[in-house]
C-alpha cells in the first residue's frame, strides 16, 4: 500500500520491524480504541485483532507472535 489520505493529508505508512527479521507495513493512527486489520501470507487467516494496542510497536510484537506459531509471515495492519 501507498501513502493514505486522513482528514485530507497524506500519511505514509510505518514500518515496524519483527523480532522474526521482517517488517510489517502499519497504516493509520492507532490507539486502545482502535480496530486492527491484520494481513497474512495465507489469506485465511486475516482479519481482525480481537486484542487492543496502544502503539504499533505493541501490536507487531503480538500479532507476529501469533503469526509464528501458525508459520506465517505477518504483512500488514491497518487501524481504523
Known sequence: ?????YDGYYVEPVEIKT??????????????????AMVFDDENYDGISDSSFKTWTQAVKEISDYAELHELKLLELEAD
Not at 500500500?1 to 489520505?5: F, G, H, P, S, V
Not at 523480532?19 to 486492527?36: A, N, R
Request: hydrophobic fraction near 25%.
Open 1 to 5: 500500500m501507498t501513502a493514505q489520505a
Open 19 to 36: 523480532g522474526y527479521g521482517y517488517s510489517v507495513s502499519c497504516h493509520g493512527d492507532i490507539s486502545e480504541e482502535s480496530t486492527v
